[in-house]
């Protein structure tokens, strides 16, 4: 079946420490891979995607994940977080097919603490 | 704003209501998307329009009733809903074959 699973449903955190998300992935789900943050009465933004190439990408914001595909994982890291990262954060893969469905994780809720 | 557009953002109806849910893009996508999100369970996808046709749907309950007049404009037509209906629902829009989606923010619906 195609999954992928966000095994924390919380991780709190305080600000400043470094954090890693974890995602994995079936290995049914195509390996284009991607993170998405929700803030609070929000939609889902696009924080990263893998699709090819370099394994590790990076956003903006300082979010970097790693694509490991002997782990079948896509974890999401922070070195330092800050209050304002605080949100639901969404693993997403792609099920394949005519209409390319995608697949979500049940999301994990960073709550960042001064 | 993402450059897809959800109307109203909350929205709170009895269950003998009828109301509709709006999602509007100016991104040129050609499919658009609506999800439901409720709380601890994955993205549920609901329908799928692409080219202004409706090319997948989940086994959604008749109570809810898409309609897609053109490309830019998606709506969710709610009658006589549930209270375990009661979630974010989520419209996004892509280019098909692309991959990029861009999610709206997602209209609040509490049904009582």
């Known amino acids: 079946a195609q ?15 470094p954090v890693e998300l974890r995602c994995n992935y079936s290995s049914s789900v195509s390996v284009y891979l991607f993170w998405y ?46 209050i304002s990262d605080t949100a639901e954060y969404f ?11 995608l697949i979500f994780g049940t999301g994990t809720l960073l709550a960042v603490q001064p | ?3 897809v557009t959800q109307t109203p953002r909350h929205l709170v109806m009895g269950m003998t ?4 849910l709006k999602c509007e893009q100016h991104l040129g996508h050609n499919a658009m998307y609506w999800y439901k999100q409720s709380a601890k369970k994955p993205l549920e996808l609901m329908f799928v329009y692409s ?30 809903l549930q ?10 829009s892509s280019q098909s074959g692309a991959g990029g989606y861009t999610f709206g923010s997602g209209t609040r619906l509490t049904v009582v």
């Open chain 1, 3 to 17: 999954s992928v699973t966000q095994l924390d449903s919380q991780v709190p955190v305080f600000e400043e420490a």
């Open chain 2, 51 to 80: 080219l202004e046709e409706r090319v997948e749907n989940n086994s959604v309950p008749s109570r809810f009733s898409p309609e897609c007049p053109n490309s830019s404009h998606l709506f969710l037509h709610l009658h006589t």
């Open chain 1, 37 to 82: 943050v929700q803030y609070p009465n929000q939609g889902l933004q696009l924080l990263l995607k893998y699709l090819s190439g370099s394994t590790l990408v990076e956003s903006i914001n300082g979010f970097e994940a790693e694509f490991n595909k002997s782990q079948t994982s896509f974890h999401l890291r922070k070195p330092s977080v800050h």
């Open chain 2, 1 to 3: 704003e993402t450059g």
């Open chain 1, 91 to 101: 693993c997403r893969g792609n099920g394949g097919g005519a209409t390319n469905k």
């Open chain 2, 83 to 92: 209270p375990e209906d009661s979630a974010l629902y989520l419209c996004a």
């Open chain 2, 17 to 20: 209501n009828k109301k509709s």
